[in-house]
């Protein structure tokens, strides 16, 4: 791996790390459900990332979380720059992460394949 990219999965990964403490210890807004920030992906340039989020609940809690993380990405924006102390922090971009829901999906459609 190029040192370059050691950098980014780094910084990636404490990225996850604060952000998740935040929604789960900080952030009070209501529309935030059970929410658990699966990974970060980092642009090659390190100006943007995207944070991969699971949210327990139904489509519309889904969405009702994301609108909740996204009115509060300049606050988690600004405290990701004040702990990790960066100069230039990544635009955050909030995304769901529907791979566990696909894997239970898959899981349940191969137990029915079984079964017949």
């Known amino acids: ?50 944070v991969w989020v699971s949210v327990l609940g139904d489509e519309a809690a889904q969405q009702r979380t994301l609108e909740g993380l996204t009115s509060a990405v300049g606050y988690v924006r600004r405290e990701v720059s004040h702990r990790l102390r960066l100069h230039r922090v990544p635009d955050l971009i909030f995304v769901l992460d529907r791979s566990s829901e696909e894997a239970s999906r898959m899981e349940t459609l191969l137990r029915d394949l079984k079964r017949n």
Request: glycine share 10%.
């Open 1 to 50: 791996m190029t040192h370059g990219g050691w950098r980014a999965d780094r910084l990636a990964d404490k990225i996850r790390v604060e952000v998740a403490g935040m929604i789960s210890g900080e952030l009070k807004d209501p529309r935030i459900g059970f929410t658990t920030v699966t990974r970060v992906d980092l642009s090659h340039d390190l100006h943007h990332a995207r």
